[in-house]
């Protein structure tokens, strides 16, 4: 007889458009869990190593594009977690627009929350989920958030981010991002203002974790 192999950690992909609150959700669902085995995977950590460029290149990038992202290595990583290996996770530093040159050590989980904006795109990353999220939230609420965020939090002008977001982040998001809400098993309005979607997502993983005897 050969040992039973462990059931696989169980993936969340959390995604919605610049702003939608699906941060917000994420972070609910986590700390809901925070007693148990629980981590969070932010596609953002993977925008492609830029080393390479000029700060006036890197600043060019559309970092809406899914080829803005090094998809390969998230793909390579998440494979590794479910299989209950330990990854490097990269760092983002978004004042230099480019990957540092630093990495966190993550160690598996039973549950994994994967949280990004473009994680439904690709069909590699959609079939290694579980459950996929898709936070849909007003245009115009958005972009208010993301001015806010990229002047308090990124150190970016209010010219800056008004021209990325109309020259890149919305028509990126009506054309890759919004497309991927057919994907999604639970759609929820209004992100992490919304507790009866979140209670919804708790009880679901809680539901499924008690299955396994976790």
């Known amino acids: 007889?050969?040992?039973?192999?462990?059931?696989?950690?169980?993936?969340?992909?959390?995604?919605?458009?610049?702003?939608?609150?699906?941060?917000?959700?994420?972070?609910?669902?986590?700390?809901?869990?925070?007693?148990?085995?629980?981590?969070?995977?932010?596609?953002?950590?993977?925008?492609?190593?830029?080393?390479?460029?000029?700060?006036?290149?890197?600043?060019?990038?559309?970092?809406d594009h899914p080829l803005a992202f090094d998809t390969p290595r998230l793909i390579s990583d998440l494979k590794k977690l479910l299989q209950y290996q330990s990854i490097e996770?990269?760092?983002?530093?978004?004042?230099?627009?480019?990957?540092?040159?630093?990495?966190?050590?993550?160690?598996?989980?039973?549950?994994?929350?994967?949280?990004g904006v473009l994680i439904l795109d690709d069909?590699?990353?959609?079939?290694?989920?579980?459950i996929k999220v898709f936070v849909d939230t007003d245009d115009d609420v958005r972009v208010?958030?993301?001015?806010?965020?990229?002047?308090?939090?990124?150190?970016?002008?209010?010219e800056s981010v008004i021209t990325q977001y109309l020259t890149t982040v919305k028509p990126m998001y009506h054309q890759f991002v919004e497309p991927t809400k057919r994907y999604a098993d639970l759609i929820v309005p209004e992100g992490g203002e919304n507790q009866v979607a979140i209670d919804l997502l708790v009880t679901k993983v809680r539901s499924i974790l008690m299955q396994r005897g976790k």
Do not use: C, W
Request: proline residues 4%; charged residues 30%; without cysteine.
């Open 1 to 63: 007889m050969t040992e039973a192999q462990p059931a696989k950690p169980i993936v969340i992909g959390v995604t919605g458009g610049t702003a939608s609150g699906k941060t917000t959700v994420s972070h609910a669902i986590f700390d809901h869990f925070a007693d148990n085995s629980v981590l969070l995977l932010e596609q953002d950590a993977y925008y492609n190593d830029q080393s390479e460029m000029t700060m006036a290149q890197r600043k060019a990038v559309n970092y």
């Open 89 to 115: 996770k990269p760092v983002y530093d978004y004042k230099l627009f480019n990957r540092s040159s630093e990495t966190i050590l993550q160690e598996p989980k039973d549950v994994i929350i994967l949280e």
């Open 123 to 130: 069909p590699r990353l959609r079939d290694l989920m579980d």
């Open 144 to 158: 208010i958030r993301r001015i806010e965020r990229d002047i308090k939090e990124r150190g970016r002008t209010l």
